[in-house]
């Protein structure tokens, strides 16, 4: 399975598809949701002019729209941990620090805007950069039903198929 998907991407001739194919192939997890973004133009005080990222969802427009026309990016939880780490975690950090206080004003901002989107449960997965001013992330969404304990027991299970079939996607 993980195979033949490595060959896919490794043979996609287009974009579109390809996303489409890692769509549909994390849907095959319960990933309802998957964005991705890649910047290579930051800098240690800025991931970079938006107009330069590659940002690939299916997400609903309205959500993304506001996401970035709102600056939500800067402050998200999750994204802000893939800037400082490589590989993937639970969400089940971010709810932590909510849960304790320990996210900023603007960052729980963020977090409350994202659960009203039925955005709360999922894996981030972060990519190793190819230089200093790169940065790429992924997030997993889990169905708005889905609780991060379930999603937990799916990476559990699945998590190093996920893994490797977004690190070849990147």
């Not at 998957?34 to 910047?39: A, L, N």
């Not at 299916?58 to 506001?66: E, G, T």
């Not at 989107?117 to 981030?124: C, E, M, P, T, V």
Request: proline share 3%.
């Amino acid at each position: 399975m993980v195979a033949d998907y490595i060959l896919e991407v490794a043979h996609a001739t287009d974009l579109e598809s390809l996303w489409d194919r890692h769509v549909s192939k994390m849907a095959e997890f319960g990933i309802e949701r998957v964005f991705y973004g890649c910047t290579r133009f930051r800098t240690t005080k800025s991931m970079g002019d938006p107009k330069d990222f590659l940002v690939l969802t299916n997400h609903d427009r309205r959500y993304v729209d506001l996401f970035f026309s709102q600056k939500h990016y800067i402050h998200a939880p999750m994204l802000n941990w893939s800037l400082e780490n490589y590989g993937p975690t639970s969400w089940q950090r971010m709810h932590d620090l909510y849960a304790r206080g320990k996210l900023t004003d603007k960052q729980r901002m963020v977090y409350e805007f994202n659960l009203e989107n039925g955005i709360s449960a999922g894996y981030s997965i972060s990519f190793v950069p190819n230089s200093q001013r790169q940065g790429a992330a992924m997030g997993l969404v889990a169905p708005r039903h889905m609780e991060q304990t379930e999603m937990d027991e799916v990476w559990a299970e699945h998590g190093t198929e996920i893994e490797a079939m977004c690190q070849m996607l990147h």
